[in-house]
């Protein structure tokens, strides 16, 4: 990993016409770009706290306190386990704990790290106290109301001064995470090649599953698998259900053995530096009955219609409407029970959410799952998901595993 530039280099000056060894300013820029490829997000941090400042400017904030680990992460390129950052309209500051000296030098970019011994949040919280100009009038410090704990909350009220504690601190919705539904070039090639990384991890488990094996057991051989071939780990528990437990949408790993003839869902994803995948397929073990092919295309045709409704400026709602119709007219919208999808990203889980109802707007750079779903308790249950990103022109789909319902 290439050591992450300082913020000192980071507003490095523009240089003379006498440049650096007889380099002419146009040429300087070509080796600059040239030394700069292999720096990951180097200027998409930049991009990104400028960003957040026009919204903390827009919310009348003076500094925003970042609590929330991905978000940490998205911001400054900093992975621990123990961190926060405070952000005010000229200044940005990482703190973290002992344990990470060395990795916080390594990963850091855009922000001065500053070790501390005490709460990484409260330090952060002190440092912007100082910073603002509260009886300037009417300065505030944000925080994420949503990843904020009430005990959290007394403890940052207890760490400030008296006259600070009923005017400093402003609930606010996250400024953070609508920035991170917009995946920027580099970390849509990192989602592509995570969502490849599952696709061969699928053909591998077509290649092993047989009647017999536990569910942990596929469970166990797909996660070997996945860390064998580059993965940081999986991005949820993955889901391995066969016969009648294909029904439970989440139905984790048991110690059931594949039968010889049912349906097998495989809903998986992986990490990869950095970021997550998702998908889901369903097969058969043996010959599928009629009643069973049948849902399966009825659950094969939700899915692609709702692809096909991806497109910049549609309604999450409009997307999730589309699959719900397939389903409707199939006299199966009982048996699909959940959101026709989610966002994916750093995390797992992200905005926008595809479901009923939902009024965000797609926009190109937005990556989305496409996973409904139908199932009948005591029988069998059918999902299938693909990872689509969002482009100008409608949805590039990122898992290229195949739908059509595969026979073991």
Wanted: charged share 25%; with cysteine; glycine share 10%.
């Amino acid at each position: 990993m290439n050591r992450a530039f300082s913020p000192e280099i980071f507003v490095r000056p523009r240089p003379r016409p006498m440049a650096w060894a007889g380099i002419t300013p146009r040429r300087w820029r070509s080796v600059w770009l040239l030394l700069s490829r292999d720096i990951p997000n180097r200027m998409n941090i930049s991009k990104r706290i400028g960003l957040l400042r026009r919204r903390m400017s827009g919310s009348g904030l003076q500094g925003l306190l970042v609590t929330h680990l991905p978000d940490v992460r998205y911001l400054c390129g900093f992975t621990g386990s123990s961190a926060a950052l405070a952000v005010t309209r000229r200044g940005c500051r990482m703190f973290t704990d002992g344990r990470y000296t060395a990795q916080a030098a390594e990963e850091v970019s855009g922000a001065k790290v500053e070790i501390v011994p005490s709460a990484p949040a409260v330090a952060a919280l002190q440092w912007l106290a100082a910073q603002v100009a509260v009886d300037a009038g009417g300065a505030s410090v944000g925080f994420d109301s949503a990843q904020t704990s009430v005990a959290e909350l007394e403890r940052f009220k207890a760490a400030l001064p008296a006259r600070l504690r009923r005017k400093l601190l402003t609930p606010v919705k996250s400024l953070v995470e609508p920035l991170r539904w917009l995946k920027d070039e580099d970390e849509l090639a990192i989602m592509a090649e995570a969502a490849k990384l599952g696709d061969d991890l699928f053909e591998h488990l077509l290649g092993f599953i047989r009647p017999g094996l536990t569910e942990v057991a596929v469970a166990a051989e797909l996660e070997y698998q996945a860390r064998l071939r580059g993965a940081e780990g999986m991005s949820f528990e993955s889901i391995v259900a066969s016969g009648a437990r294909s029904a439970l949408p989440h139905g984790r790993a048991s110690e059931v053995r594949l039968p010889r003839r049912g349906f097998l869902t495989l809903d998986f994803g992986v990490i990869l530096k950095g970021y997550c995948s998702d998908m889901t397929r369903t097969v058969c073990l043996g010959k599928p009955s009629a009643r069973e092919r049948e849902v399966y295309e009825e659950v094969l045709e939700a899915q692609e219609a709702a692809v096909a409704a991806v497109a910049a400026g549609a309604e999450c709602g409009a997307v999730d409407e589309a699959a719900r119709t397939v389903l409707r007219r199939a006299k199966m919208a009982e048996a699909f029970s959940h959101s026709t999808g989610h966002g994916v990203g750093i995390e797992i889980h992200e905005g926008p959410r595809i479901g009923a109802g939902q009024k965000d707007k797609l926009a190109p750079g937005m990556v989305i799952t496409i996973e409904p779903g139908a199932y009948f308790a005591g029988e069998f249950g059918v999902r299938i998901e693909d990872m689509v990103a969002v482009t100008r022109i409608g949805g590039n789909v990122l898992t290229r595993s195949p739908k059509a319902l595969i026979e073991l």
